[in-house]
Nanobody, 115 residues
């Protein structure tokens, strides 16, 4: 089992920055890919960014150049640095850990960007 706990969400003005953190505990050695997803009201959950154990990253087109995902393997923590935030970035952000055949999810953290 893996537990994921997010932190760092909040309210920010457009153009501002936030950093999200996700601390993993439990059988963390089973996780190959960690990532961030988001879900806005009335919309499907969508991928924001992922990072492999080796550090390879992948971003949604909508956040490229503004968001940066990173991980500290020693701390079993993944981060999402969000810059130049836009109102359309408003959503609940979820941390994800993928073992290759199973997804683990955090409880989510709200990010609200005011215009």
């Amino acid at each position: 089992q893996v537990q994921l706990v997010e932190s760092g969400g909040g309210l920010v003005q457009a153009g501002g920055s936030l950093i999200l953190s996700c601390a993993a505990s439990g059988s963390t050695g089973s996780i190959n890919v960690m990532g961030w997803y988001r879900q806005a009201p009335g919309k499907k959950r969508e991928l924001v960014a992922t990072i492999t154990t080796g550090g390879s990253t992948n971003y949604a087109d909508s956040v490229k150049g503004r968001f940066t995902i990173s991980r500290d393997n020693a701390k079993n923590t993944v981060y999402l640095q969000m810059n130049s935030l836009k109102p359309e970035d408003t959503a609940v952000y979820y941390c994800n850990g993928f073992t290759g055949f199973y997804d683990y999810w955090g409880q989510g953290t709200q990010v609200t960007v005011s215009s």
